[in-house]
């Protein structure tokens, strides 16, 4: 996955998201959690379908224990 600079509001949700060098808005489609590999030590995650506006459709994944954020997948 690759990590991302992301903006959310006071309840940590994505509301901006830097791609290709600029920061686009982003409208939330859909949002889920996971409790990730937690046998193996992983911790939860928040993952969110946003559309950006001026780009592609994406998955964000924000790791819960460290608060980074990743693209975990992009729709064409």
């Not at 686009?24 to 959690?33: F, G, K, V, Y």
């Not at 928040?46 to 224990?65: A, I, K, M, Q």
Request: glycine share 14%; net charge negative.
């Amino acid at each position: 996955m690759k990590r991302l600079a992301v903006r959310s509001d006071g309840g940590g949700r994505p509301v901006a998201v830097r791609w290709e060098g600029r920061f686009l808005l982003a409208r939330i489609l859909d949002a889920w959690e996971d409790a990730g590999a937690w046998w193996e030590g992983e911790g939860e995650k928040n993952f969110y379908r946003v559309e950006l506006t001026s780009g592609p459709l994406v998955e964000l994944c924000r790791d819960t224990g460290t608060g980074s954020w990743y693209v975990y997948r992009v729709y064409d």
